[in-house]
Nanobody, 123 residues
Framework: QVQLVESGGGSVQAGGSLRLACVAS??????MAWFRQTPGKERQGVAV????????YYGPFVKGRFTISQDNARNTAYLQMNSLKPEDTAMYYC??????????????????WGQGTQVTVSS
């Protein structure tokens, strides 16, 4: 059974940092991404890593504050979040697919999702 398990969420003050982790039960995903969602809004693409090449892309709001990376086994994706702002408060989800996802920021392109981890940033 394919599973994605996120961890690392929590509450921090503005300017603080958090590191999220997404552990996959397999190591053959070609695309792993992080999305976030606030109540009443659609999921928003935060960052993606293409596991075979290591190429990464970010949502425009990231502006150099976040870094997505993977471990050597390519079954864990990390999201290092620095300089957090209150507007970063959201449920953060890991998404993955066996295929190379071109339009990485579209949630319907992913077949596998984690359960989410809450990030709360206070001012």
């Amino acid at each position: 059974q394919v599973q994605l398990v996120e961890s690392g969420g929590g509450s921090v003050q503005a300017g603080g940092s958090l590191r999220l982790a997404c552990v996959a039960s397999i190591d053959t995903f070609k695309t792993m991404a992080w999305f976030r969602q606030t109540p009443g809004k659609e999921r928003q693409g935060v960052a993606v890593i293409y596991t075979q090449s290591g190429f990464t892309y970010y949502g425009p709001f990231v502006k150099g504050r976040f870094t997505i990376s993977q471990d050597n086994a390519r079954n864990t994706a990390y999201l290092q979040m620095n300089s957090l702002k209150p507007e970063d408060t959201a449920m953060y989800y890991c998404a993955a697919d066996f295929e190379w996802v071109g339009a990485w920021g579209l949630q319907d392109r992913y077949n596998y999702w984690g359960q989410g981890t809450q990030v709360t940033v206070s001012s």
